[in-house]
Structure formats: structure tokens, C-alpha cells
């Protein structure tokens, strides 16, 4: 059996888009692992992103686990910080969570 492939990258959400006293909670903070620059973070513009998390209630089909994509909308800063726009905004408990960088769509 061939080893199993992450067809993602793995990051950390780290807060909201925010001014000295004001918070945009509309636009979210990634830090995606191995990504250092604002070079490297150029290539994850347009990647699909998702909040993987457990709910307490089931749906309609019997499942806990749900999903809140969003997409990484250009960079945060010189070190390799992302900014990401949800579906719905992050919750804030969902700070330091890891979330899913899909490597698609492709602009290869």
C-alpha cells in the first residue's frame, strides 16, 4: 500500500483582521505551516480553505463533524501570514484551531 498524501496544507487560525481598537471579524488570520514570506504566502492566493470541527447535535444524515470554507484572499504582513474570508466568520472559540489549505483551484 503506497503512503497516505495530504492533499492539504495545515494552519492555525490567529485572530481577526483588526485595528488598535476595532476588530473586523469578516476577515480571519492564518498562519500556514512552512510558509515564511510574503513570497511564499503569494501561492496560496484562491486556495480553498476549511474549519473542520465536532459539533454536540447531529444533523439530519446522523453526522457530527461540519465544515466552514472560506478562501485565502491575499497576504497579511511580511511573515507569511494569510488573510482568509468564511462563509460564515470564524467563531471566535475556534482560535489556535488548525484548519485545512486545500491546494486547489490551481494557477499552475
Not at 485572530?15 to 510558509?35: A, P
Not at 486556495?47 to 454536540?56: H, I, L, P
Request: hydrophobic share 35%; charged share 25%.
Amino acid at each position: 500500500m503506497a503512503p497516505q498524501t495530504r492533499l492539504y496544507a495545515r494552519a492555525k487560525f490567529v485572530g481577526y483582521r483588526r485595528g488598535l481598537r476595532n476588530q473586523k471579524v469578516d476577515t480571519s488570520i492564518l498562519h500556514i505551516d512552512g510558509v515564511t514570506s510574503k513570497k511564499d504566502a503569494a501561492f496560496y492566493c484562491g486556495k480553498r480553505v476549511a474549519y473542520v470541527y465536532r459539533a454536540e447535535n447531529t444533523t439530519k444524515t446522523g453526522k457530527k463533524i461540519r465544515v466552514i470554507w472560506g478562501k485565502v484572499i491575499r497576504s497579511h504582513g511580511n511573515g507569511g501570514a494569510v488573510r482568509a474570508q468564511f462563509k460564515s466568520n470564524m467563531p471566535a472559540r475556534a482560535m489556535g484551531a488548525t484548519l485545512r489549505v486545500m491546494l486547489y483551484p490551481s494557477r499552475v
